[in-house]
């Protein structure tokens, strides 16, 4: 066995290690993801049954900054943060909005 091929071992190793620890973290972001969207789909519900809006620019602007920061402490891109970020608002505005559509359409009584 000669040095190059023992580095190709050893480089191989290394890249096995790494993935297997990128698969680790992906298969944890979406478990992260799965749990925050379960959170928001009941903030969902909670403004479909007291006929509040499915956006919060305020929230989302204190939000985005927030992350800006976080994203600036952990040495990650703020602005890959903030447009990941503007991605789950998004969708989140949209599943809020599917969410009152339901409730308008169920026929429920509004709040009193």
């Known amino acids: 066995m000669n040095s190059s091929t023992q580095l190709d071992e050893s480089v191989r190793a290394e890249?096995?290690?790494l993935r297997d620890s990128i698969d680790n973290i992906d298969a944890a972001v979406?478990?992260?993801?799965?749990?925050r969207f379960k959170c928001t789909q009941r903030v969902g519900r909670l403004k479909a049954e007291h006929n509040l809006p499915a956006a919060d620019p305020a929230r989302e602007a204190r939000q985005i900054a927030r992350l800006r920061q976080l994203a600036e402490s952990a040495k990650l891109d703020p602005a890959f943060a903030e447009k990941?970020?503007?991605f789950i608002i998004a969708e989140v505005i949209?599943?809020?909005e599917t969410i009152a559509n339901e409730h308008v359409n169920s026929g429920d009584p509004e709040p009193t």
Do not use: D, I, Q, S
Not at 30 to 35: N, R
């Open 15 to 17: 890249l096995t290690a």
């Open 30 to 35: 979406v478990h992260m993801l799965a749990e």
């Open 84 to 86: 990941l970020l503007n």
């Open 94 to 96: 949209r599943h809020h």
